[in-house]
């Protein structure tokens, strides 16, 4: 399996790098995009979305054609052999659509249902976080040079940000009254797969939203893990809560998402 994983990796990031770049040219003319609403106004979905996922999913299915593919805008593409692509081509299509930089793009790689390797490309930053399970996350590209993730050192909520998701509006708004009693601070950048690079890198204490997809945390949640970090279990064929944070922030970070993982 070493050598399956190995060259997938290597293939993987030269193919993010290509969907990056197209990611971008989509950036620079965003105002000539079409763009449909999916469950509700905020719930957006443009032609970049579905352009950069084919990019992705093509270069991928060529290669490895018998791996199957999972993507929030193309769905699912059985495969055999137990190799899996799990992608999300623009996570945060809404700041990506409002010219702000809080997006990314997401692809994981699971054998046997176990995430082996993750990628968080964040392209206006020029950074590409990566982890492969059992050696560590790393942040590469011109914006970190090569830099092994460590996720933060804090203990207290009041010791740095928190990223908080949006979704069951009472919770949310109890866990950041909570959140501010304590003495912290939250973020929220529009991208949760970011947002759980930052927890990696050691810019967030942690990160808590009620309900996400696995495109949207699969990689991300191994960075945390090869960070040093914890994260709760999340099902890689549903989407479910998503807790993640520094190690030593996981009871606080528990505390705050108590609503999130057992609603009243």
């Known amino acids: 399996m070493t050598e399956d994983?190995?060259?997938r990796i290597a293939?993987?990031?030269?193919?993010?790098?290509e969907a990056s770049a197209r990611a971008l040219s989509y950036f620079e003319r965003r105002?000539?995009?079409s763009v449909e609403c999916k469950s509700d106004a905020q719930d957006l979905v443009s032609e970049a979305d579905r352009g950069v996922e084919r990019v992705i999913r093509e270069e991928l299915s060529s290669a490895f054609p018998n791996d199957s593919m999972l993507g929030e805008e193309l769905g699912l593409a059985p495969g055999r052999g137990?190799?899996?692509w799990i992608i999300d081509p623009i996570d945060g299509t809404a700041p990506f659509l409002h010219g702000l930089q809080g997006w990314s793009i997401s692809v994981a790689l699971s054998h046997g249902?176990?995430?082996?390797a993750g990628w968080v490309a964040h392209p206006c930053?020029?950074?590409?976080y990566s982890a492969v399970r059992g050696r560590g996350a790393w942040?590469?590209?011109?914006?970190?040079?090569?830099?092994?993730?460590?996720?933060s050192g804090g203990t207290r909520l009041s010791d740095g940000l928190v990223a908080i998701g949006t979704g069951a509006p009472d919770v949310m708004a109890g866990m950041v009254r909570s959140l501010l009693i304590s003495g912290g601070s939250f973020q929220r950048n529009g991208s949760a797969a970011l947002s759980l690079a930052h927890v990696a890198a050691g810019h967030y204490l942690g990160f808590v939203e009620p309900q996400l997809a696995p495109w949207d945390c699969a990689a991300g949640l191994l960075l945390v893990e090869e960070a040093g970090g914890w994260h709760a279990p999340h099902p890689m064929d549903r989407p479910a809560p998503v807790l993640a944070a520094a190690s030593g922030m996981r009871p606080e970070i528990e505390r705050l998402g108590l609503g999130v993982l057992h609603p009243a």
């Open 11 to 17: 293939f993987a990031e030269t193919v993010i790098a």
């Open 139 to 151: 942040c590469g590209g011109a914006g970190c040079g090569a830099t092994r993730l460590q996720a």
């Open 125 to 128: 930053g020029d950074r590409l």
């Open 31 to 33: 105002s000539d995009l």
């Open 113 to 116: 249902g176990t995430i082996m």
């Open 5 to 7: 994983l190995t060259a």
């Open 82 to 84: 137990g190799w899996s």
